[in-house]
């Protein structure tokens, strides 16, 4: 067994154990937010099952592209759930939040899905990267033109929230 599939599977453990810790938590009065954590913490340990499949030397194909595809799902999925956490008040609603950043979650909603169920964002065939000390090789699905993009805009979806974060942080909230 490599590191990479034992973080993986520690990842994955922890974040379903705090999932269902905080499901529970959520079902108690004003402890709504609870449910956006717990919905963050289970797309967490999603991604991670994905990066697990990922690392497992003797698969078919077919399993690395279906990994590849669930990892933008569920990465698409967590993003966009940092906008009620970061945005949407102390109750982290996304009714909470401003008409714009709702606007942006769900498009996100609707383009990363989509992609992630079709594939179109993938091109045929998988390649390796081989980590020598850590005695792994990552399976990885080549992306194309669309595939790059997205990526782009995953990474600018999670920059808003985190600058919302960083931000409220520097204005003194200590409680985020």
């Known amino acids: ?51 697990i499949i990922g690392t ?13 595809r669930e990892n933008y799902l569920f990465a698409g999925l967590h993003i966009v759930l940092w906008y009620p956490w970061a945005l949407g008040g102390p109750d982290a609603r996304f009714s909470a939040m401003r008409r714009p950043w709702r606007m942006l979650c ?21 390649f390796e990267v081989v980590v020598p000390w850590a005695h792994v090789t990552y399976h990885y699905v080549r992306t194309n033109l669309l595939g790059e993009a997205l990526g782009w805009l995953l990474f600018a979806l999670l920059a808003i929230p985190y600058g919302s974060i960083v931000r409220r942080f520097l204005r003194g909230e200590r409680v985020l």
């Open 1 to 51: 067994m490599n590191v990479a599939l034992l973080l993986s599977l520690f990842t994955a453990t922890v974040n379903l154990t705090a999932a269902a810790a905080h499901f529970a938590i959520a079902r108690a009065p004003g402890r709504a937010s609870s449910r956006t954590f717990a919905l963050l913490a289970l797309t967490a340990a999603l991604y991670s099952i994905g990066n």
């Open 56 to 68: 497992e030397p003797s698969l078919p194909n077919w399993a690395y592209v279906l990994a590849a």
């Open 106 to 126: 769900m498009a996100a909603l609707i383009v990363v899905p989509f992609l992630s169920l079709t594939g179109l964002h993938l091109e045929r065939g998988t």
